[in-house]
Structures are given as C-alpha cells and as structure tokens.
C-alpha cells in the first residue's frame, strides 16, 4: 500500500491493488509519515497484560468464597477489587477484571466428557 501510495495512487486505487480495505489504507499512510517505516512494527492492539496471574485470580476467587465484609449480604465487585488491592494483589483494579475473573469456567483437564466424544 506504501509503495502504491508512494507512486501517487489514491487510498481507494492503492487498498484495491494489495486486496485490502480503503480503511486499511487511509489508516496505515499517515501513520508511516509520523512515525516512518516504524510502523511496519505494529503497535500492540487495544487490551493491555492482565492485571492478576493465575495465583492472584485463584487468591481473588478464594476471597469471594468468605463470608461477606461487616454489614453486607454479599460481597460486590467493587468491594472485591478493594479487596485485592489490600491484600497486595495489584497497586489498582477496576470491577471489570473481577467480574471476568469471577465469570470464568472452570477448567477441566479432561475429568468429565465435555460431550465432543463420548466415554
């Protein structure tokens, strides 16, 4: 698409000649002009590492397993994500990550028939 471009071709013309979107080419040729040739090295994707590894997760969901903190029914996510950072599980922690950690499905290492083949 650079080469296209380079030769004077318009987004459409240059998108069409290597079987990509017009969008494709319309985000990718001023990206190159700030950052040159840097941006054949894509940047990481939307989505940074995750905040807690395996352990933290499982410390978390043990947590969630406790009777509920003084005065409340049941322990919300908020309250489980201050929870984490008290324990020194991370520095921060929204309630998006615990609720998907607390989504999960359990892993199964081949104990029970998942259904694909029967036993």
Do not use: F
Not at 5 to 14: H, I, K, L, N
Request: with cysteine.
């Amino acid at each position: 698409m650079l080469l296209q471009a380079d030769d004077g071709r318009e987004d459409e013309a240059s998108a069409e000649a290597v079987g990509r979107r017009v969008a494709t080419s319309e985000r990718t040729r001023p990206r190159c002009g700030e950052r040159h040739l840097d941006a054949r090295n894509e940047l990481p994707g939307p989505g940074g590492s995750p905040k807690l590894s395996g352990k933290q997760e499982a410390q978390l969901i043990a947590g969630a397993g406790t009777p509920a903190p003084c005065g409340r029914a049941r322990w919300t996510l908020e309250r489980l994500a201050a929870q984490a950072v008290e324990l020194g599980l991370t520095d921060s922690l929204a309630r998006e990550p615990v609720r998907q950690v607390r989504k999960k499905p359990p892993s199964s290492r081949g104990g029970t028939s998942s259904g694909a083949y029967p036993k």
